[in-house]
């Protein structure tokens, strides 16, 4: 009896090793992609924070300009004094108005004395902030009824304030001119961790010296020149014919 053999397919699969490369390869990959991933969002996240931070203070530098350049001249407009704590600086700078920017409110009657310093966060003194103390102008010396503080800037390690007198010719610490206003106040904020932040504010505009229209003679005619002509300025003389 004769019995045929019956073949079968034989079907190939995956080994064992090459299971463990393809997952090993699958790995390092979800691995690269994370980390690229998560240090894109990283710096995305801090240029964020930068430009909010950079505005915050941009915003702060743009008030006290517009509050400082909208002052006249006159007694008590603008006075500072250099102060320190703690081998940093802390000045203030004051002055009188009305509402408007510097008050942070444009409903308030009367005019105030408004005083931009620096001062503890709720207890914590090693965090500082700048803010507005505004106190109405009719409040005897001493009192603190009707006054009121408006934080700006939190996280702050000192606050220096310089201004330029023209008679000087130089930066001085102190402004004590009730009368007049100096033409320029430089303020340097410092923040911890990072560089400070130093703007210079103009308050005087240099006037514009108007030249003077130079007036042109008409030039006189010459002895034996023609009529109608007149020689121009630097001309060569005429060459006589031999």
């Known amino acids: 009896m004769f019995i045929a053999r019956v073949s079968r397919s034989l079907r190939k699969g995956f080994t064992l090793l090459e299971i463990m490369l393809a997952v090993a390869i699958l790995g390092m990959m979800a691995t690269v992609i994370y980390r690229f991933v998560a240090t894109n969002l990283i710096i995305m996240r801090v240029s964020a924070e930068e430009t909010t931070e950079e505005a915050r203070y941009s915003g702060f530098i743009n008030l006290i300009t517009t509050q400082l350049q909208e002052l006249p001249s ?8 250099p102060f320190k704590f703690n081998d940093r600086p802390r000045d203030e700078i004051n002055w009188i108005c009305g509402s408007g920017p510097g008050l942070v409110t444009r409903y308030a009657p009367g005019e105030f004395i408004v005083s931009v310093r620096l001062r503890p966060i709720s207890g914590k003194t090693d965090q500082m902030e700048i803010g507005f103390n505004r ?3 009719d409040t005897a010396e001493g009192s603190t009824e009707g006054e009121t503080w408006v934080p700006l800037l939190d996280k702050v390690n000192s606050l220096q304030i310089r201004y330029f007198d023209v008679r000087l010719n130089a ?3 102190r402004w004590t001119d009730t009368v007049t206003l100096p033409k320029l106040v ?8 990072r560089d400070p932040t130093e703007a210079v504010i103009a308050l ?4 514009l010296i108007e030249m003077p229209q130079q007036q042109f003679q008409p ?20 060459v006589k014919g031999k």
């Open 74 to 81: 006159g007694q008590g407009a603008l006075s500072g004094e």
């Open 171 to 173: 930066w001085v610490e």
């Open 204 to 207: 005087g505009r240099t006037s």
């Open 186 to 193: 430089r303020v340097v904020i410092g923040r911890p961790g």
């Open 135 to 137: 106190k109405p102008r």
């Open 219 to 238: 030039a006189q005619p010459q002895p034996g020149a023609q009529p109608g002509l007149q020689p121009s300025t630097g001309a060569a003389p005429p």
